[in-house]
């Protein structure tokens, strides 16, 4: 199919070299198709002369256009990723909430508060292994 595509793009064409990417689309300018290639799973640009060769482009000059292209995709999969852990993240009061409740069950298990300096989580942990501690002296095995 890209043979029929280059033989009719030659044929109506003034044009000496086409470039093409990898879903046999082709472009007059090569940094087209490389903008386009980027948007794609195969990178790889492939130069067309008229005279019928074929021949892979400056691979090196490419690659560096290619890699820049992939960092700028990371980058902006990086910043997506944030955003979403940056939304699952418990606001203020839910924060103080969680705490409160976690001061609130060790201050009944220990009959004590708990050391302000220490997270909802910590305390929660401390609660539960106190807990399990109490059931094992409770129903020894």
Do not use: W
């Not at 979403?84 to 001061?103: H, N, R, Y």
């Amino acid at each position: 199919m890209l043979k029929d595509k280059l033989k009719y793009f030659f044929e109506n064409q003034s044009n000496d070299k086409v470039f093409s990417t990898s879903d046999e689309t082709l472009f007059v300018q090569k940094q087209d198709a490389l903008a386009h290639a980027r948007t794609l799973e195969d990178v790889e640009v492939l130069e067309h002369l008229k005279s019928g060769s074929v021949t892979v482009e400056d691979q090196e000059e490419d690659l560096i256009d290619i890699d820049h292209a992939g960092l700028q995709r990371k980058a902006q999969e990086v910043a997506q990723n944030q955003l979403k852990d940056t939304a699952k993240q418990p606001t203020p009061a839910e924060l103080k909430a969680a705490k409160d409740k976690a001061v609130s069950e060790y201050t009944e298990v220990f009959g004590e508060e708990p050391d302000t300096k220490l997270t909802a989580a910590k305390i929660s942990e401390l609660t539960e292994a106190k807990k399990a501690e109490l059931a094992n002296t409770q129903n020894p095995e």
